[in-house]
């Protein structure tokens, strides 16, 4: 299981760390993404990280504000957004996958369906 937190509300230019825990010894298996959806939009993918934490992809939208991180001893992977914009506004989930294939094309990392546990979700808002 996942369980997401660190949402809140947030002036423009702001920052927020988003935190996504996990639960049994084997977290450090599962590779982790990161997607958001925006009140009437479809759920956008923001990022992947490998099971190591060594890889990292970002949607060309957080390239260079977002950073993903993990700490596989306390079982938490972590979103650290800088710069925040009115249209970072949404509600933003975690999700895992023991399946490397997820993450070896822009595709496959970029589909939801692609990974198998989800997080419950938390509220970014952002005012400008």
């Known amino acids: 299981q996942l369980q997401a937190s660190g949402g809140g509300v947030v002036q423009a230019g702001g920052s927020l760390r988003l935190s996504c825990a996990g639960t049994g010894s084997s977290f450090s298996t599962y590779g982790m993404g990161w997607f958001r959806q925006a009140p009437g939009k479809e759920r956008e993918f923001v990022g992947a990280i490998s099971w190591s934490g060594r890889s990292t992809w970002y949607a060309d939208s957080a390239k260079g504000r977002f950073t993903m991180s993990r700490d596989n001893d306390k079982n938490t992977g972590y979103l650290q957004m800088n710069s925040l914009k009115p249209e970072d506004t949404a509600v933003y989930y975690c999700?895992?996958?023991?399946?490397?294939?997820?993450?070896?094309?822009?595709?496959?990392?970029?589909?939801?369906?692609?990974?198998?546990?989800w997080g419950q979700g938390t509220l970014v808002t952002v005012s400008s």
């Open positions: 999700a895992a996958t023991i399946r490397t294939s997820t993450f070896m094309s822009l595709r496959a990392r970029s589909t939801p369906r692609s990974y198998d546990y």
